[in-house]
Structures are given as structure tokens and as C-alpha cells.
């Protein structure tokens, strides 16, 4: 792939990551995801983050760079946004290319730096405001970000260009082919990136949703142009497009969320699953959009992203050995480590011998304030009575959903 220009003396120069591959090792990006390096020329040259060390990605990685007549070896300074080694896996090899060039990166990352990569020498560290002058008018000031998305990660602004370099923040998931920005996208390809943000967002950075907040209040009095993050595509046309969109997927963990239901749903011999068709056509009977899905069948990474948005949660699934059917604990604890907040919630399931599930369902989502209507639960097969009163809980929780969040 080639280097793409944004402006004079500032490239983009990126990678995607395959549809087969997990992000992070977890999640599924059928899709692909891009890993996004920028190039900015003054007299002297600045590389913004680098690649991950997967595969021929190195070498596909300096073949952009070839693209724009570099080589690592021409490259005066590598400023670290972000430690994460998405970004930085190829660093131990690149520095060996050239054992002079200069650092840039926080005080919390220059430890990262030296733990992952064993670099120490040339390292300068950065604060919120600090320059770097590269000469022929390119100067680049750096702004902390703690936690979006690790603790030492700050985002980088071209101040001829007005360009923020905002590493994870702004990005989403998507291969990057042709169309490198957002005026380039047809508008299911605009949508679709905007879906993928969405997700990435719910995978990524959810749980850090505070500290997303703080960052774009932070970041209210630039003049942004143009966001290059380190995932996705280039937002020149309207950068506020995404900056909104990050806004919203931040508000969603106190809310308000949107006015919508998923509904997870997981069954062992069948007495839970005769019930999910009552009960989605009771959500669905008030008009709000309803998104089903199955464990384990379905990727946890896909229901994060959909539960995240949506103000209300239908889980069925029975009771296993006193507790929850294990396939719904592990999405449940998922949902807790990302902090999956302020939900309404019904429960609906059947159980053997004794109950358990709710139980341990209301204990494992303790900190998450969630609001449960009384569950619909039921021994053995479920009665048409059972049918019926699942069917008017989960229509009653659409109805609040649709009266309390609705437009
Ligand atoms: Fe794209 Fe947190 O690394």
C-alpha cells in the first residue's frame, strides 16, 4: 500500500489487519481493521506511531514508506501517541534501523517503552502543551489523553494543518482499501464506518467512557481540521462527524441510550428458547427497534456493541447448577468489565430443580445500576401462561423504554 497524502508534507501511511484475525486477540473484525502511521515533513521528519509486528505487516509498512522516498533510517523523530503494540510491536525492530533517532512520548509511557522494547536512550518526554518544532512551519503539540486507551496515551496536533493525530480516540473498525477519508465513502461505506466505530468503541474504549468525556472536553478549544486517528479512516470533510459520534457512545454509559432492546438469549434443551419468539414480538409490538442475539453462538464482541447502545437488555436464559447458564456469565461479566451501565432489564428463564440465575445475575451486575423488572421464571416447560406474561413483561419494559428514552 502507498503512502496517501492529507496535506503538503503530511501522510498517511497504514496497514489493515484481515477479516480471519482477532483484535487485541479477542474480537472478531470480519471486516479488517486498519493500523494508521502518519508521516509529517518539516526540515526534519516526524513519524506519528508506527505498526504491529504481525506477519509481512513490517514490510508491508516500510514499503509505504519507500512510497514517500523514506526510509527508517531518514526518519528524525518517532512520536509514541500510544504504547499499545498495535502500534509499537515493530518499534524494537524499527529503532535497530536507526539507533539515533529521537522520541516523544509521556512520562508514563517512557517506562512502557523501555518494559516492552528496552529503549531509554533518546527518550523525551512530553506533557500537555509541549512543542515539537520540525521546522518549514511544521510544529506538532502534544496533549495528554490518560486512558483513551491506556494510561500514557496522548494524541498529537499539527498546528500548520490544524490535524489532530488522536491515536484510538475517533477510531473505528474497517479495512482501509481505496477510500482513505470520509468524503471519499458512498454513504453505505460512511455508515458502515460509523457502525464499526460504534463497535470498536463498545470493545476498546467503553470502559474508559469518563475519561473519553474529559478528552474531548480537552480537546473543545482546538481548531481541528482534520482527525487522522490510528484506526479507520481520515475525517477531513467533517471531522465533527466522529467527534459527536465518540460524544454520544461516551453518554451512553450514564445515559441517556438509545431507545432500543437487545435481547441475549442462550438455552440449554429448549424450555428457554420456546419462550424468545413471545418475547421479541412483545418488545417488538411498541414500535422501538429490538436486536436479538445468541450465545454462545454470537461473539460477545458484537453483543457489547449492540447492548451498549441500547437502553434496554432482554436476557433469557435457564439456570445451570444454581447459577447462570455459563455461556450468558461470561457475556455478563464482559458487560461488567466494560462497564455496560444503567440499563433496564428483564430476565426471563427456566430452571430444573431450583432456581439460581437471577440470583447471581443481579450480584454480578451489582456496580453496574441496573434497573430489573421482576423476572419471568418457570420449572420444567413453560406453561402458555408463562408465554403469554413473558410476552406482557417484555412489551412493559418497551413501553418505558419508548415513554422515558423515545424521541
Ligand atoms: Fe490501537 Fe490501544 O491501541
Redesign the pocket.
Known sequence: MKGTKITDGIYRIGVNLEGDSLFEGMWPIPNGVS?NSYVVRGQKNALIDLVQNIGEKPAEYQEALASLSLEPGQIDYLVIN?M?P??TGWLAEFSKKNPNIEYYITAKGASVLKAFCGIEKNVHTVKTGDILDLGAGKTLTFYEAPNV??PETMVTYENSSKILFS??AF?SYGAITDAVFDDQLSTEQYDFFLQEALRYYAN?VAGFSSFVEKAIALLKNLDIRIIAP??GIVWRENPQAIIDAYARFARYMNGPAEPEITVIWASMYGNTEKVVRRVIQGARSEGIPVHVFRTPEEDVGFILASAWKSAGLILGMPTYEYRMFPPMAWVLDMFARKKVMNKKVLRFGSFGWSGGAQRELEAITEKLKWDFMEPVEWQGAPSEEIMDLAAARSRELAAKIKAEYGK
Open positions: 493500523i500510544h499499545e498495535d502500534h486507551h491506556w491515536c484510538d477510531g476498546i490510528s484506526h
